[in-house]
């Protein structure tokens, strides 16, 4: 018996990604939202009701139609844009493989390309910047201590925003904060030592909260994690109060994995090796952090003032002739 389109999504969660992948809350989350856009669009483009579709709705134009209206309509980028079609790659795969009749379908579909993008070079803070905003959170209310604890944690860490708001009493390794346990992407684990300004302000912020392993260490009024949308808000009014004093920020687009590469570019400007950093911040592999040795240019100025230059020897210039001039200006 062919299964129907709603049994195929529920079984692709259920059964692939959460009992045979064994995949993380956070990854079954992301496809979990490509779905729901999926379904609030194709009843308008298909003209039928989310009951009324079926898997052959899923084919290659339809998919195509999706992710122009995620660029266009939603103002994705190219970047979630491949993390959409990654999804739908993934369910038309393994609704192939409960369906053989499918896969003409499936091959059309998983023959769309990802879109290449250009990658900018990373953005990251000064020394003076990031202690701008790490000083900006009003100590003296409730709200603006767990930032600043927050804060100072991300910055030492350069965990990612999931990272940190995931973060749990029980992953102090002691009651002095020496260390924190990071739980990364695919269920990697890493630990990461603190630096004692920050594990004594940890330190001290842990006392006013519960002493049970899984109560979050950072949490918002309602005493749950604080959300991803929630922790942004808060470093963009820090921000604001930083540019007060540090003039250097006016203008300057701030996010959550700003603070990361911050990290990032401040170990390597202190020497540490790129092997060590990519451990530090949870690296699949060291290339990836190579990107931060290509947006440091005050070490490529080091290197080209070491390094001693070569004269080419003078010559006359010769103008072309018309015929060449033409072709060299195709």
């Known amino acids: ?47 039928k ?31 979630t844009r491949n993390a959409r079609l990654a999804t739908l790659r993934s369910f038309v795969q393994y609704a192939a493989s409960r369906d053989p009749t499918a896969w003409p379908l499936a091959r ?29 959170p009003d100590a003296a209310t409730w709200a603006g201590q767990r930032d600043r604890v927050l804060l100072a944690v991300m910055y030492n860490t350069g965990a990612r925003v999931s990272e940190a708001v995931g973060l749990r009493r029980g992953d102090l390794t002691d009651t002095s904060a020496r260390s924190l346990r990071i739980r990364g992407k695919g269920r990697k684990e890493r630990v990461v030592p603190l630096w004692k300004q920050t594990a004594k302000a940890l330190a001290h912020w842990s006392k006013q909260l519960d002493d049970k392993p899984d109560t979050p260490l950072f949490p918002n009024a309602r005493g749950q994690p604080l959300s991803r949308s929630g922790f942004e808000d808060r470093l963009a009014l820090a921000v604001d109060r930083a540019v007060e004093k540090c003039a250097g920020l006016k ?26 950093i990519a451990l530090w911040l949870g690296h699949e592999s060291p290339e990836t952090t190579h990107q931060y040795v290509e947006a440091d240019l005050r070490m490529k100025e080091e290197v080209l003032a070491k390094a001693r230059g070569l004269s080419p020897e003078p010559t006359v210039y010769r103008p072309k002739g018309k015929l060449l001039a033409f072709l060299d200006s195709l």
């Open 108 to 136: 059309r579909v998983l023959a769309i390309p990802a879109k290449r993008y250009s990658k900018p070079l990373l953005g990251y803070l000064t020394r003076e910047e990031m202690q701008a905003i790490l000083d900006a």
């Open 49 to 79: 009701p989310v009951p009324a579709l079926g898997l052959t709705d899923l084919d290659a134009p339809a998919v195509l139609a999706f992710l122009d209206h995620l660029e266009t309509t939603r103002g994705n980028g190219p970047r």
């Open 1 to 47: 018996m062919i299964p129907s389109f709603d049994a195929l999504v529920q079984d692709f969660f259920c059964r692939r990604l959460i009992e045979q992948q064994g995949v993380s809350p956070r990854t079954v989350e992301a496809y979990r939202d490509t779905f729901r856009l999926l379904l609030a669009y194709l009843p308008q483009h298909l003209g």
């Open 251 to 276: 203008g300057k687009s701030v996010t959550p994995h700003t603070i990361r590469h911050t990290t990032a570019m401040h170990l390597l400007q202190s020497g540490v090796d790129v092997t060590v």
